[in-house]
């Protein structure tokens, strides 16, 4: 719509003199300005403006279509206002032939498919105690993606490379995320494992990335008074038979960085395979730690209504498998958007406790026809196919979808909660009050001014 304007503005005024920053939410013809927006999807996120813009977000595959057309014109100056991320800054700036520090981190020639003991946290009571005395647990995560909005972190391999260089941006979202709410501060380890740090050439300096990673998690929980969490993830290098041990050799070099650093538990997450998740909950329990082991499912629903984990295990009875050797929570999380994960609970439930089992979806809309954020598909703008991992923008979910999420869990008796992939802190404190919560960041929330404007608009006077 902003370019729309353009082309009516430069008929008159010389494209040299003429700046365009349009908002980073996707208008239409009928709906042309953001307080116009309505969500057919999900009609309780109406009124859009001010708090449910995010199902709205541009892609960078627009930003920079959007750049190319008005540099083509002879304009000079451009931006992008509200809604504006690092990512889509560095896009602008990489169209209009620039190399920002944040490019750095992109690893486009890479086409990849798939200190001695610190002591314990000063707290009263870890995981497994809060836990037994009926509290609920809110996990932020989604580091990497809150990263990469930021412009640290792109497509690729997906290794956080850049906190030996950056230490205090990763901080900065350890803050964020308690500021919003969360009870955890999980190390930022995500793809920090041998084989990752082998495939870009940094296997050196495996140990020095996850003990920094841990460190900073350190710092910020030992602050802030909330659990500290060491992580370990999918290796993708998991064949049943054949690399069981080569996988366990992993997961213990970082288990026991985590312990030496002083984690109050572990977190292992995005498993899609029960098998690699039954060594990884092993390994934990080697290092006599709390384990958090959650399971991820790319595939659909299948013909016999049962959906299940890659080496065919329907996932309730994974989840009950790993519940029977002793994890201290299971559940799901990652790939599927709030409604296509309380689907998976809602399934899990029936043959596990629900205090047992965790929830954290990714902060991304998919469907039953497009259940994970790797099958979704971009019908407005072909250009952002395919859509992961660089344009998810599109398909974020608004605060209300989390409340709502947040409700349904927590009304089944669900005790640890979270999101993962495109978290936010606006997201995580939507989470926090759901559950009861006041946490920091909610001191600012004030709807005099929305009631204002929307009253306004209503009137016909905006």
Request: proline share 6%; aromatic share 6%.
């Amino acid at each position: 719509m902003t370019l729309e304007l353009v082309n009516d503005i430069v008929q008159v005024c010389p494209p040299e003199k003429i700046g365009a920053l349009p908002i980073a939410y996707r208008t239409t013809p009928k709906e042309p300005g953001f307080m116009d927006l309505t969500d057919s999807i999900c009609p309780a996120n109406n009124p859009v403006y001010p708090r449910g813009m995010e199902p709205f977000c541009v892609s960078p595959a627009e930003i920079e279509s959007f750049t190319k057309s008005c540099t083509s014109l002879g304009m000079k100056y451009l931006g992008i206002c509200c809604g504006n991320s690092g990512e889509l800054t560095r896009t602008m700036a990489e169209t209009m032939g620039r190399r920002p520090p944040a490019s750095r981190s992109t690893r486009k020639d890479l086409n990849i498919n798939w200190s001695m003991a610190s002591r314990r946290l000063l707290k009263s009571r870890g995981l497994q105690e809060r836990l037994n005395a009926g509290e609920s647990i809110l996990c932020a995560e989604g580091y990497l993606l809150a990263l990469s909005r930021r412009g640290y972190i792109t497509h690729g391999v997906w290794v956080p490379e850049f906190i030996l260089e950056d230490p205090a941006i990763l901080k900065s979202v350890h803050y964020e995320m308690a500021h919003a709410g969360s009870d955890v501060i999980e190390a930022f380890q995500y793809n920090t494992h041998r084989e990752k740090m082998k495939q870009i050439g940094r296997e050196d300096d495996i140990e020095k990335i996850n003990r920094t990673a841990l460190k900073i998690a350190r710092e910020v929980a030992e602050e802030k008074n909330l659990l500290f969490a060491g992580g370990i993830s999918n290796t993708n290098q998991y064949v049943k038979g054949e690399t069981e041990e080569k996988v366990r050799a992993m997961f213990e070099e970082q288990v026991r960085w985590s312990k030496e650093e002083g984690v109050d538990y572990m977190i292992g997450e995005t498993f899609s395979f029960l098998g690699e998740a039954q060594i990884a909950l092993e390994v934990i329990q080697s290092f006599d730690l709390p384990a958090v082991v959650t399971l991820t499912v790319y595939t659909a629903r299948g013909e016999d209504g049962v959906v299940r984990t890659r080496d065919g295990v329907p996932i309730g009875e994974a989840c009950k498998d790993l519940i029977d050797r002793g994890v201290t929570i299971t559940g799901v999380n990652c790939t599927r958007g709030p409604e296509m994960t309380l689907e998976l609970v809602n399934d899990i439930v029936q043959v596990c406790p629900p205090e047992k089992i965790g929830a954290l979806p990714i902060a991304y809309r998919t469907t039953p026809k497009e259940p994970s954020f790797m099958d979704l598909t971009d019908s407005i703008c072909p250009a952002n196919n395919p859509v992961y991992p660089r344009g998810m923008e599109p398909f974020c979910i608004s605060p209300v979808e989390i409340e709502s999420f947040t409700k349904s869990c927590t009304s089944l008796g669900m005790k640890y909660l979270g999101i993962c992939c495109g978290n936010s802190g606006e997201l995580t404190r939507t989470m926090a009050e759901t559950m009861g919560r006041k946490p920091p960041a909610s001191r600012y929330l004030d709807h005099t001014q929305f009631g204002f404007l929307m009253k306004l608009k209503m009137s016909g006077e905006l």
